[in-house]
């Protein structure tokens, strides 16, 4: 399989986008509100990038997730829930799934 993603330090181009350490440090704290305008505040739409890179700093090691197709999430959710209500439908196979590496 072969993953081509396009990066910039211009965010408007880029197809990934990389946080901070404190991003995770924040997120774990303060939950989605503290970490809302992170990305509004440079008018970056995380759901438009095929990568988003989060590392994490765990105490005495640091670890790295990786979120793969985020913008499909709320596609593939629905997808399942309309399969859960009519398990005869033919679903699309052929669309991105959104993936998280840990």
């Known amino acids: 399989m072969r993953f081509v993603v396009r ?23 303060e939950g989605t509100q503290g970490v809302a305008r992170w990305t509004e505040k440079r008018d970056i739409n995380i759901f438009e990038k095929k990568m988003i890179f989060i590392p994490v700093h765990g105490g005495r090691h640091w670890s790295l997730s990786v979120i793969v197709n985020c913008g499909k999430i709320k596609n593939h959710l629905e997808r399942r829930r309309l399969h859960r209500e ?8 052929d669309d991105p799934m959104p993936v998280l590496f840990f």
């Open 7 to 29: 990066m910039s330090r211009n965010d408007d181009l880029s197809e990934v986008h990389f946080f901070t350490t404190h991003f995770f440090t924040q997120l774990a704290t």
């Open 86 to 93: 009519n398990p005869k439908i033919e679903l699309p196979t």
